[in-house]
């Protein structure tokens, strides 16, 4: 039963040959027999689950009008605020705090009858690729239990691929719902900016950061995609306009006619051979299907990691002054006669991570006066130059193509000490978050030299998300008839999975 | 070395003044939240996950902060910008829950602006135009009490208590551009610019505007040049200065300091200073030599302030009449006296006097019943006037039932306390306490016949030409018919009954 999609599930719920509390149970179950070696989870709340299983199977029973994936379980990633439950960013900073609130994210999902799993875990603050900077522990990837699962947010990712969750809720500030989802051989989708609230996700960077959807099918990712998305009053800068229609566009996968863009940029050189291999076979696939393939050119996008590099450390650097010890979460080096100066310092040291730190620091010396200019004031015209080269691509194709990441699942441990090798894994997703446009990665097959999973990512202009779904929807039916399975049942068995 | 006097001070230095006003707009909820922002409520009971900065929450702007802020921009003369930003001021203080101030830094909503202001002097009334640099919006912090230590300050005590129901409150600050030439007007001179600026916002009802609960708070730059030079000298921003007199009197008290030092040879150290109520002297506070940096960034949760042309057009169209001019206008129409009209608007019913009157009582008559009476009796209930259930339109009826001869004066008062009591308009508490003037000749003759009789003596006297006397009788009169009369018309009649009509 958790190996089927989403909408097969839903489906079983609404003919009654199952009901949510069995289906979480098994979902349950599964973490209990597997996430001892993932470590997807940070925090599972099971009795929260079962409960909420419980309640839309009543709700079920007698007869309500239920929103398509009531019933469904899912895994949200510790970044959200969830009421009561332990939500952390993956921070020792935040350990034990409860949220007196729920994020509008998780409001949308407990009003549309989603069973929330439990809390997964992440990069500390979303700052990392491979959710080694985790204040918990790292996350493994279920395909090869000594690599990484990608990130930041690779607990989400790994849960679904590991079938703890047929759904999971992610966020992307420069590729940490793609890129994960890239290594772990599932769909991952970043929004459009503004698409879906940022009310209640504990900011990293404020003008990137973006939740979104992870599912193990492009119709499975939609349908929850149109949970989470919509306008919300308590964000400012969420869109008010209505939410693209991506279910229906994931039912009716086309590409005939449609213009696909390769930005030339994104490709070739630094590029595993394999993940080169698939991607290029994938082309072919989508040109056989009617679509027409042409080249771009971004030029700017050679400068779009530095860019990243000085905004979203300037804005974070901002952004985690609040963790100050004076409110909420860890509080150390309170002793007699200490003061609130120091007592924020020793909180700050014990309870951030060396790459939080890194990022802070960066992002106070690009801030500060006299450097500003020439650091964050560059970066925000870098960006105005990536959003115009994606701008004049889009009207040359309708949707733009790259791999996901340059690389498959890379061992744990292996890019830890060389940050930038690290950050260069994120070259061919940062530019979207730059752009604040809307970006997917599908699995795209195995690469030859080491059996593991490679995406394959779609990029379309702000609020067109649903030409993502349309083009992915197309390609993911072409490819599953080439291999005949879904590409997770090429996966190696994890120990004591159901 | 003595202190030099204030006359030595001016002979010799020139003060150029900088004010910075702060002003927390009476909006219903915060700048950023919905949270309520009653002043003097349970600490900590009006937060929010936003204005206390919990992980995850996200500030949205409160439009009618914007709305009081173009107001107050325009009746300054202002320029609005079609396009200003949020700015993060970024610096730790734990009575701050972001440690960051949402604020404006570079692009302010209104800029270049100028507030004329009048004083009187020896030579007569002089008027200063004080320019105004910018006006921008931002919130408040909470409040700290630190308790333990001898200063009341955070460093040396025992512990600190945290009050973030001011966190978040929208606070307008408007600065005035560097104010030279006011020469020895200079203490007059602020007082006069906050005063009308205390005016302006209130006639706008966009604040409280009571310094003495800090919704207005005034920070004064203060330096002295000598006399004739151009070069500017080092200045000091006095704080917490939290009435008109302490304007007055900090400024005063900060030129008197700086000359000291600069008359002997010494120089002004550029620092915030805190007013002292108790002495007027001010402290020293933080140093700003070493400017702080706060990495001012333009705030990505939010979105730019971009007002509508035509809302700012329908916006200066609601603006009410400048309070100074008003006040003038008011003055030469009715034809008050200087302490009068002080009067009135100590007492804050000018509003109230100019609605009675528009309702067609006479400007004397109306003023004076609201000066009078009706002030003594909020006085004695310890209620403001505009509390009590009287309205314009009652005062406006009252007046024209004395003009018309229906009421006295005396009558009219215990209407007055009718009104107040809750009985109803005049006419319906004249008709309840079965009111009325005595016009029934017979009924005074009846009563002048027996003052008359039970005080011959004083009788005899109107009687023999004697005409003062006849003030014992006539009160006597009017006791008798327990004030109903119409004390001219019972006048008329005893002393035609003495034979001195």
Redesign the interface.
Same mark, same amino acid.
């Given at each position: 039963m958790i190996r089927q999609s989403a909408a097969q599930m839903a489906a079983a719920l609404s003919e009654g040959s199952t009901t949510s509390v069995e289906l979480t149970q098994a979902h349950l179950d599964q973490i209990a027999a597997v996430d001892n070696n993932v470590k997807a989870f940070l925090h599972v709340d099971a009795e929260g689950a079962l409960a909420q299983a419980k309640s839309v199977d009543a709700q079920r029973k007698s007869g309500e009008k239920l929103s398509p994936l009531a019933g469904i379980p899912l895994a949200l990633k510790d970044v959200l605020a969830q009421r009561g439950v332990p939500t952390t960013a993956g921070s020792k900073i935040l350990q034990g705090w409860r949220p007196p609130y729920d994020s509008t994210v998780v409001t949308k999902l407990k009003d549309a009858g989603l069973v929330i799993l439990g809390k997964t875990n992440m990069d500390e603050f979303a700052m990392g690729s491979s959710t080694e900077n985790s204040g918990y522990g790292p996350t493994f990837n279920p395909w090869d239990l000594t690599r990484t699962p990608g990130g930041s947010s690779g607990g989400s990712a790994a849960a679904v691929s590991a079938f703890q969750a047929p759904l999971a809720v992610g966020s992307d500030t420069g590729g940490s719902i793609r890129q994960p989802a890239a290594l772990t051989g599932i769909v991952g989708v970043r929004p459009t900016y503004g698409a879906v609230s940022r009310f209640g996700l504990i900011a990293y960077s404020s003008s990137l950061d973006q939740a979104g959807p992870f599912g193990r099918t492009v119709l499975d990712t939609a349908l929850l995609h149109e949970v989470m998305a919509g306008h919300d009053p308590k964000d400012a800068t969420s869109i008010n306009a209505p939410v693209p229609a991506v279910v229906a566009a994931a039912k009716s996968g086309d590409v005939k006619g449609m213009k696909i863009g390769v930005i030339k940029q994104l490709q070739g050189e630094g590029y595993q051979k394999g993940v080169q291999a698939r991607f290029d076979e994938s082309l072919q696939v989508l040109a056989s299907l009617g679509a027409e393939i042409v080249e771009v050119d971004c030029p700017n996008f050679e400068y779009a990691l530095a860019a990243y590099y000085l905004i979203a450390p300037s804005e974070c650097s901002s952004n985690l002054a609040r963790f100050d010890a004076m409110r909420y979460g860890l509080r150390t080096g309170d002793i007699d006669g200490a003061s609130a100066e120091a007592v924020m310092s020793a909180t700050r040291d014990a309870g951030f991570g060396r790459e939080v730190k890194r990022r802070i620091i960066l992002g106070t010396y690009a801030l500060s006066s006299g450097y500003y200019d020439a650091y964050y004031g560059s970066a925000q015209k870098i960006r105005t130059l990536i959003i115009q080269d994606y701008a004049k691509a889009f009207t040359q194709a309708d949707v733009l193509v790259s791999p996901t990441a340059p690389t498959t699942a890379y061992k744990i441990g292996e890019k830890v000490d060389d940050p930038m090798a690290m950050y260069l894994g994120d070259v061919a997703t940062i530019p979207v978050n730059l752009a604040g446009i809307c970006g997917m990665s599908l699995p795209a097959g195995l690469a030859d030299e080491d059996n593991l999973p490679v995406g394959f990512q779609i990029m379309a202009p702000a609020m067109q998300d649903q030409r993502l779904y349309q083009a992915g929807a197309a390609l993911e039916a072409a490819l599953l008839s080439q291999w005949g399975a879904p590409i997770l049942s090429k996966a190696p068995a994890l120990a004591g999975s159901k | 070395m003595a202190l030099p006097t204030y006359e030595e001070v001016i002979a010799k230095w020139d003060p150029v003044l900088g004010l910075e006003v702060h002003v927390e707009l009476n909006t219903h909820s915060k700048m950023f939240c919905s949270c309520a922002t009653e002043f003097g409520a349970e600490p900590n009971t009006q937060t929010c *996950?936003v204005c206390?900065?919990?992980?995850?929450?996200? *500030? !949205? !702007?409160n439009e009618k902060a914007i709305e009081s802020t173009i107001l107050i921009g325009l009746a300054l003369n202002c320029k609005i910008a079609p396009y200003s930003r949020f700015a993060?001021k970024?610096y730790?203080y *734990?009575d701050m *829950?972001?440690?960051?101030q949402i604020s404006q830094y570079d692009e302010p909503i209104c800029f270049d602006g100028y507030v004329d202001v009048e004083i009187e002097t020896e030579e007569g009334p002089k008027q200063f135009r004080i320019e105004i640099e910018r006006v921008h919006m931002e919130e408040d912090t909470g409040k700290s009490l630190h308790v333990g230590g001898a200063t009341g300050r955070?460093?040396g005590a025992d512990y600190?208590l945290?009050d973030y129901n001011r966190a978040g409150i929208p606070l307008v600050e408007i600065v005035t551009k560097i104010v030279p030439g006011t020469g020895k007007y200079a203490p007059e001179v602020a007082k006069a610019y906050v005063a009308e600026l205390r005016d302006i916002l209130r006639g706008l009802k966009v604040s409280d505007v009571k310094m003495e609960q800090g919704s207005l708070r005034c920070d004064a730059n203060v330096s002295l040049k000598p006399i004739g030079s151009d070069v500017l000298g080092t200045r000091s921003e006095t704080k917490n200065v939290n009435s008109l007199r302490s304007v007055e009197r900090a400024i005063r008290g900060e030129m008197i300091r700086h000359a000291e030092l600069l008359n002997e040879g010494k120089k002004v150290k550029q620092e915030t200073r805190h007013f002292q109520e108790d002495t007027g002297l001010t402290r020293s506070g933080r140093s700003k030599e070493q400017a702080e940096?706060y990495?001012?960034?333009p705030d990505?949760?939010? !979105?730019p302030v971009t007002p509508a042309a035509a809302w700012i057009e329908e916006l200066r169209a609601t603006l009410p009449e400048r309070p100074s001019l008003r006040r003038k206008r008011i003055k030469e129409e009715w034809n008050v006296p200087d302490k009068e009209m002080e009067a009135m608007i100590n007492a804050d019913v000018l509003d109230i006097v100019e609605t009675t009157v528009l309702l067609g009582a006479d400007p004397t008559k109306a003023r004076t019943w609201w000066l009078g009476e009706i002030s003594r009796i909020a006085n004695d209930q310890n209620v403001a006037v505009a509390d009590l259930s009287i309205t314009p339109a009652h005062v406006a009826e009252l007046v024209a039932l004395v003009a018309a001869g229906e009421l006295t004066d005396k009558l009219a008062r215990q209407v007055v306390e009718g009104v107040i009591a809750g009985e109803g308009k005049p006419s319906e508490v004249v008709a309840k306490r079965g009111i009325k003037v005595v016009n029934d000749d017979g009924a005074l003759m009846a009563a002048i016949e027996k003052v008359c009789a039970e005080q011959a003596e004083t009788a005899e006297k109107v009687r023999g030409g004697h005409l003062p006397a006849a003030g014992a009788l006539i009160g006597a009169v009017m006791k008798e018919t327990k004030g109903q009369a119409d004390a001219a018309r019972v006048r008329e009649l005893l002393l035609g009954h003495l034979g001195q009509a």
């Open positions: - | *996950p206390l900065a919990l992980p995850g929450a996200l *500030p !949205v !702007v993060r970024n730790f *734990p *829950p972001k440690n960051f955070i460093h600190s945290l940096d990495r001012y960034f990505p949760d939010l !979105v």
